[in-house]
């Protein structure tokens, strides 16, 4: 571009020519990865600016398909960004980036592990019902074997039409019928604990506790009708369109690779977002499939071990973040939800929206300050925020002083439960007012009618009385005229003679 140097003048100066904006950053990168654009983008703005970062993930939030996220937490855009920057200092950058590019399961790489720092993992405690144990973290459970390497798009694709297979309807009676009905018999009641021929990695796995002690249902009817094996995992239209959400997806992501790379293993993991306060507990729960509220995750684990038993593909938990206090519990779930893309539009493993109510409920319920320090005390030993961990050591401090100025009692603390024992004593005394008043009526009312009685008694004593004493003079009376008479016949005998 040519410019003029000023008026009159014939000499201009020539300008480079601005580079064309890239609408889609990287994307082609990520593209043929079989990843989305939301991952090109958040990948992006990452490097360039943590401010960027939040609003890039403000605005996956809002522009989601069908507006899926109108109910989550980042409903105040004033509020959700503040949150996600203070969330976001506390990743180690390179395991950000790791998160973002949904590459999680290289925590599990020996070599790869080295390159970037996590939160300390879970530890298996000494008794699992110890309040001291608990640990309120953010977690994530990766579908790949026990040293990082996830299946290849050849196996995914198999993967996907077993699963297709399962939910799908067919007439009985046909071969397409026994055969989906032969593999869903096969993953419903897979067991790698009571099978025996698993690796280490699935030794202390066991999915039939849900039916343990169950009779296998039968395939006929007692009048001979066939009629389809029931689905453990499926059991509802409800996990049935989760699968179905899932498998669209994950067909759009593998479109993208190509036929070349259809036998490497895919750059991305299959992710599970979730949170908990006894890591090992939950770690256990969803080794043995309790509950089965995630049927996309165990559909998954139960297919991929029945169809390829040998590489011991299964959940690996990885720990992503420390929950420092419950009002951020429910910004950092759906926020690392976004980050790896963990919902089932995107091929996730999450069918339901993260950071709801419940976490903030539960976790402030928590006993004492405990779970925040040790919280805090394993990101501190780990040395994973050095920007800030003299911030973070002060904020421990603190909260130590304040537990012991508790412990100790001040003055004003004693003033206050003075105070509360002279409310309770009073309302103790109210009450014992009222029992004393309605024992002294209940008296009362009883001394009355012991009176009545007692005057009942009485005058019918003085009524026997005065009955008795008229009866003895009449019969005085009765006595005296007899006398009389007696002595009237004797006067009248001695007159005679």
């Known amino acids: 571009m040519e410019q003029p140097l000023g008026l009159g003048s014939s000499k201009k100066i020539t300008f480079p020519e601005r580079p064309m904006a890239t609408p889609r950053p990287a994307y082609d990168f990520f593209e043929n ?251 256990q729960e969803h080794e043995q499939h309790t509950g089965l509220q995630q049927p996309v995750k165990c559909l998954l684990e139960a297919t991929a071990y029945v169809m390829f038993p040998e590489d011991n593909f299964f959940m690996h938990h990885v720990t992503l973040l420390n929950i420092f206090t419950p009002e951020d519990a429910p910004y950092e779930e759906h926020l690392c939800s976004l980050l790896s893309l963990s919902y089932i539009m995107w091929g996730g493993l999450n069918g339901v929206i993260g950071g709801d109510d419940g976490i903030l409920s539960k976790l402030s319920k928590l006993k004492m300050n405990d779970p925040w320090l040790q919280a805090l005390d394993a990101v501190l030993s780990q040395n994973i925020y050095v920007q800030n961990a003299e911030n973070f050591k002060l904020d421990g401090k603190i909260d130590r002083c304040f537990l012991a100025h508790e412990k100790t009692k001040s003055e004003a603390t004693r003033v206050n439960e003075l105070r509360k024992s002279v409310e309770t004593a009073k309302l103790d005394l109210d009450e014992i007012y009222k029992s004393a008043e309605e024992v002294i009526l209940d008296w009362t009312s009883l001394k009355e009618n012991e009176l009545g009685l007692a005057t009942e008694n009485l005058n019918l004593c003085i009524k026997l009385d005065a009955t008795q004493r008229v009866a003895g003079r009449w019969a005085a009376f009765k006595a005296m005229v007899e006398r009389l008479r007696s002595e009237d016949t004797d006067m009248e005998v001695d007159h005679n003679t």
Not at 224 to 248: D, F, L, M
């Open 33 to 283: 990865r079989g990843q989305f654009v939301e991952t090109a983008t958040l990948a992006t703005v990452c490097d360039v600016s943590i401010f960027w970062l939040a609003e890039a993930i403000w605005q996956i939030d809002k522009t989601a398909e069908n507006n899926a996220f109108k109910a989550g937490p980042f409903r105040d855009r004033s509020i959700a960004i503040t949150r996600v920057i203070s969330l976001l200092l506390q990743f180690d950058r390179p395991f950000l980036r790791k998160i973002i590019r949904q590459q999680i399961h290289h925590a599990l790489d020996p070599v790869e592990k080295r390159t970037f720092r996590v939160p300390s993992q879970f530890k298996s405690p000494r008794s699992l019902g110890r309040d001291e144990q608990e640990r309120p973290v953010i977690y994530s459970l990766v579908h790949c074997d026990s040293s990082g390497i996830t299946p290849t798009k050849s196996q995914y694709l198999s993967l996907i039409e077993a699963m297709a297979g399962y939910i799908k309807n067919h007439g009985a009676d046909n071969d397409q019928w026994i055969k989906a009905d032969k593999l869903a018999k096969k993953v419903d009641y897979a067991s790698p604990h009571r099978d025996g021929n698993g690796s280490n990695d699935s030794r202390v796995r066991d999915w039939s506790a849900a039916t343990r002690g169950k009779v296998l249902e039968q395939w006929t009817r007692k009048n001979g009708e066939n009629i389809a094996h029931p689905r453990r995992y499926a059991v509802n239209e409800s996990q049935v369109e989760q699968i179905r959400t899932w498998i669209k997806a994950m067909k759009s992501r593998f479109s993208q690779i190509p036929e070349s790379k259809s036998y490497d293993p895919v750059q991305f993991s299959v992710t599970y977002i979730g949170w908990s306060r006894k890591e090992f507990r939950r770690k």
